[in-house]
Each structure stands twice: as structure tokens, then as C-alpha cells.
């Protein structure tokens, strides 16, 4: 999706803090969501925020929305060999049908 | 165990020959959603419905159809395939809005 933008790859060492980053378009979303994607594997819903949520924190993930600049991150703590796996950021509208519209992907490698 | 099942994993076929995607959820979940994913682009809606007998067009409907005459069940159909549509093909269902979807293992199909 165009209005969906993420950076292609990221490559981690084990043991640091992952951040992988997602900038949209369209300010009327209403909410926005992580995916995670293992090889050869359906996409697992990670995380969600509200619009009206600046942060929210789940173990080690840690989701940060800037609504001015449009700009939603994932934080992973403490990388570990099983985050490896591509993620996903998607919107969705604001019109009650769940019409996703996700991101191109972010490809986490993890270095140990 | 709540699951979005789709059938067959893997599918090759020929050009112009019909075929049949089999989506079907256990949980109850109003919305369905046909997804496909290909390199570089990452996820695109090609039909969604919101319930029984309601079906929209989504980002990249040309060249599908679907249909939902039951709760559980959200078939992709191709009448005459061609090799555009060779992609990894998800389906997914969801609760309500805000719930996120719950995507099936996806189908890799091969038009040649």
C-alpha cells in the first residue's frame, strides 16, 4: 500500500532493542496494527493501538504513535533469534468494515 | 482450536483454467477478507465482506469474484486465471472493527 510505508530490511543484534519504524498518509485511521510474519506462515496480530493512544506496552513490545507526523514504531526489547520475521504495520478506516491497508513489510534479521 | 483454514496450500495450474480458493473460519467472525501478497508490495485486499450476502470490492479486485452465502465460508474464485494472479493468497477474519484479523496459513498459486 502506498500510504503505508516501511523500510524493507533491519538487521539486529541479539540481545538489543529492535525498532522498526511506519509513516501513513491518511489521518482519519482508526486504528493501526502490528503484524508479525514467520517463513512459509499466515500473519499473527502482534499489537494494536487506538488513534487516541500516544503509547501502549505489551511485555516486550512497545508501540509508539506521533499523530502530527503520522509516524507509528514498534519497539522490540531484548531481540531474540525468534522475533526474526518480517512485520507488517497496517491502518485501518475509520468506516467500520475493516478494510486494512498494510505496509510493504520490514524484514527483521537478527545477528548473533 | 479457532482457526482460519484455507485450502489447498499450494495450487499450479494453467492459464484460463477455473479455480476455487476455499476460505472457512470457526469463530464466529462477521468480516472476511481475501488478501494477496507479493514481493515489494506487501499485502493487498482483493474482496472483503462484512457479513452473509455482503461483499465488497477491495484495492485489486479485477480478474476475482467471491461470494458469502454462509457465515463461515468466503471462496476466491478465478474464472479464467492468468499469470498476474500467481501470488501468495491470505485469508482472514475478524470479530468487529478493532479487533484485527485473524489470517489463514495462505495459498501459493502458480499460473502458468
Known amino acids: 500500500g502506498e500510504d503505508v510505508e516501511q523500510s524493507l530490511f533491519l538487521s539486529v543484534r541479539e540481545g538489543d532493542s529492535s525498532v522498526i519504524n511506519c509513516t501513513y498518509t491518511?489521518?482519519?485511521?482508526?486504528?493501526l496494527y502490528w503484524y508479525k510474519q514467520e517463513p512459509g506462515a499466515g500473519l499473527q496480530l502482534l499489537t494494536y493501538i487506538f488513534s487516541n493512544m500516544d503509547m501502549k506496552q505489551d511485555q516486550r513490545l512497545t508501540v509508539l504513535l506521533n499523530k502530527k507526523d503520522k509516524h507509528l514504531s514498534l519497539r522490540i526489547a531484548d531481540t531474540q533469534t525468534g522475533d526474526s520475521a518480517i512485520y507488517f504495520c497496517a491502518r485501518g478506516a475509520n468506516f467500520g468494515n475493516e478494510k486494512l491497508t498494510f505496509g510493504t513489510g520490514t524484514r527483521l534479521t537478527i545477528i548473533p | 482450536e479457532a482457526q482460519v483454514t484455507q485450502n489447498p496450500r499450494y495450487l499450479i495450474t494453467v492459464t484460463g483454467k477455473k479455480l476455487t480458493v476455499t476460505c472457512s473460519q470457526n469463530?464466529?467472525?462477521?468480516?472476511m477478507s481475501w488478501y494477496r501478497q507479493d514481493p515489494g508490495l506487501g499485502l493487498r485486499q482483493i474482496y472483503y465482506?462484512?457479513?452473509?450476502?455482503?461483499?465488497d470490492k477491495g484495492d485489486v479486485p479485477e480478474g476475482y469474484k467471491v461470494s458469502r452465502k454462509e457465515k463461515r465460508n468466503f471462496p476466491l474464485i478465478l474464472e479464467s486465471p492468468s499469470p498476474n494472479q500467481t501470488s501468495l493468497y491470505f485469508c482472514a477474519s475478524s470479530l468487529e472493527q478493532g479487533y484485527g484479523y485473524t489470517f489463514g496459513s495462505g495459498t501459493r498459486l502458480t499460473v502458468v
Open positions: 465482506s462484512m457479513n452473509v450476502e455482503v461483499t
Open positions: 491518511d489521518s482519519s485511521s482508526t486504528y
Open positions: 469463530m464466529n467472525h462477521e468480516y
